[in-house]
């Protein structure tokens, strides 16, 4: 007779492994998270700087409150 084929002995082999494999899902989803986050940082370090804003003349100094 092979017991390894019976509901109870399956039942008992999964829960046993489940713990390993919560453990090792939760390790995938932190690395995907960290590289997601190393991705983030890099666009963000990508950007431009803003330009500067207009501090003479008449052009961008001046606030037309009529409008």
Same mark, same amino acid.
């Given at each position: ?8 002995v399956q039942? $008992?082999? *999964?829960?046993? %492994? *489940? ?16 590289? %997601? $986050?190393?991705?983030? $940082?890099?666009?963000? %370090?990508?950007l431009p700087?803003?330009?500067?804003? $207009?501090?003479?003349?008449?052009l961008g100094? %001046? ?5």
């Open positions: 007779m092979n017991i390894s084929s019976t509901p109870a039942g $008992a082999t *999964a829960a046993a %492994q *489940a713990p390993t494999s919560d453990n090792l899902n939760i390790l995938v989803l932190k690395k995907a998270l960290d590289a %997601q $986050a190393a991705s983030a $940082a890099a666009l963000i %370090q990508a700087e803003p330009p500067a804003l $207009a501090t003479e003349g008449s100094t %001046q606030v037309n409150t009529f409008a």
